[in-house]
Antibody, heavy 115, light 110 residues
């Protein structure tokens, strides 16, 4: 069974940083593109970034302006999202998603940016 | 860049059929696959349709997807509505490697 478990969310002050992790199990991570999507409270889904199987290609939402960095460690079956210079409007549930035909989603981790 | 536009909400009675549209603002709807996700309150999204019309295992055949080039839109049709179908539904497609989501449609089964 495909499982994606996000962690690393929490409360942080504006300007701070967080590193989200996504632990993958039930499949071989190295075979799949992976994606991060977020959802602000009461809002819709927003794609953030994705990364190729070997990490050689990465694509980002333009408006992130280099604040977020996606990475992966296939040996550890893990996907990451480094988030810097956090702002109040980054408050959201962050999901990791396995891209392939029928996408598989994690349960999400909540990030709250507030002073 | 393009946008995907969905109706904000739709409602229908149990047992009936409902169709949710997803209109692409520019470029052909047929040029990249469309996916549909269902999200119930407090839960993460799940895929109900991928590659325009494919159903993942476990998704009942009451769910179907299609695209219409004349209206440049995709549609999700749910027949034999059940109360458990009440949820938010999002369409999604691709702009090169980037994902583009529609704004979501709240389906009420009343």
């Amino acid at each position: 069974e495909v499982q994606l478990v996000e962690s690393g969310g929490g409360s942080v002050q504006p300007g701070g940083s967080l590193r989200l992790s996504c632990a993958a199990s039930g499949f071989t991570l190295s075979r799949y593109w992976m994606t991060w999507v977020r959802q602000a409270p009461g809002k819709g889904l927003e794609w953030l970034a994705n990364i190729k199987q070997d990490g050689s290609e990465k694509y980002y939402l333009d408006s992130l302006k280099g604040r977020f960095i996606i990475s992966r460690d296939n040996a550890k079956n893990s996907l990451y999202l480094q988030m810097n210079s956090l702002r109040a409007d980054d408050t959201a549930v962050y999901y990791c998603v396995r891209e392939f035909a029928a996408a598989s989603w994690g349960q999400g981790t909540l990030v709250t940016v507030s002073s | 860049n393009f946008m995907l536009t969905q109706p904000h909400s739709v409602s229908e009675s149990p047992g009936k059929t409902v169709t949710i549209s997803c209109t692409r603002s520019s470029g052909s709807i047929a040029s990249t696959f469309v996916q549909w996700y269902k999200q119930r309150p407090g839960s993460s999204p799940t895929t109900v349709i991928y590659e325009d019309h494919q159903r993942p295992s476990g998704v009942p055949d009451r769910f179907s997807g299609s695209i219409d080039s004349s209206s440049n839109s995709a549609s999700l049709t749910i027949s034999g509505l059940k109360t458990e179908d009440e949820a938010d539904y999002y369409c999604q497609s691709y702009d090169s490697y980037n994902w583009v989501f529609g704004g979501g449609t709240k389906l009420t089964v009343l």
